[in-house]
């Protein structure tokens, strides 16, 4: 593997990932490093990328598509191992001291995956890593004590803004939202964050304390 810094990493994984939209969104995008992660394979030969590296215990992928990539740096994991393939992925990606990471495929028909998935972005957190789940209805990413996020309504990626706490409790304060709050404790379980959605050009959301869940979403 390359041990050269990269700021922009995008990681893809096994999930559920729409081509279509994967096209559009990559194309709009630019990135330094390129991780495919075990099944995640499959879709970056059908996006005709090029990954600078693989891993995974392949145990889901054509026999066609591994000899594709052959020449390439690749990891073997075996089958039965402490991490998902996606976490090994996010490991590996956090050696190489990037700014952002981006993960496509990270969301899918298992829920529970899709929920440790979400965890595993607290470990970019906690090094000042940017990190982000992307699919065609979702952009995922989280929010520590003492941010102060701006999003723009024109570049906001869907209709709705939801924030839930990812600790016991949060404390929030929302301006530019339809649903303003002011030093607000959101506690696990309530939905009172639930879509909201943007009314001034900029939304602000500021974390008083906690880490939040910020997922902005479209039908």
Do not use: W
């Not at 215990?57 to 402490?82: A, G």
């Not at 990812?166 to 939905?191: A, M, N, R």
């Not at 009314?199 to 479209?218: C, D, L, P, W």
């Amino acid at each position: 593997m390359d041990r050269d810094f990269y700021d922009d990493i995008l990681i893809i994984t096994g999930g559920n990932l729409d081509i279509n939209f994967a096209k559009i969104y990559l194309n709009e995008q630019s990135f330094d490093y390129i991780i495919a992660a075990d099944s995640g394979l499959k879709y970056v030969k059908e996006l005709d990328l090029t990954p600078n590296y693989i891993l995974g215990d392949y145990d889901s992928v054509p026999k066609d598509v591994l000899d594709f990539f052959k020449d390439k740096d690749i990891k073997t994991y075996p089958t039965h191992k402490d991490y998902t393939d996606t976490h090994l992925a996010i490991i590996t990606a956090i050696k190489l001291a990037p700014k952002n990471i981006t993960i496509l495929g990270g969301t899918g028909t298992r829920l529970d995956h899709t929920l440790t998935t979400i965890g595993n972005l607290k470990a970019l957190l906690d090094l000042n890593i940017t990190g982000t789940i992307i699919d065609s209805h979702n952009k995922i990413y989280l929010l520590d004590k003492g941010s102060s996020h701006v999003i723009e309504k024109e570049a906001q990626f869907g209709d709705f803004v939801s924030i839930i706490p990812l600790e016991k409790e949060i404390c929030i304060s929302l301006k530019g939202f339809y649903y303003p709050l002011d030093h607000v404790t959101i506690t696990q379980g309530l939905s009172l964050t639930q879509s909201n959605e943007i009314t001034a050009n900029k939304a602000y959301i500021s974390i008083h304390s906690g880490i939040a869940i910020v997922i902005e979403a479209r039908d």
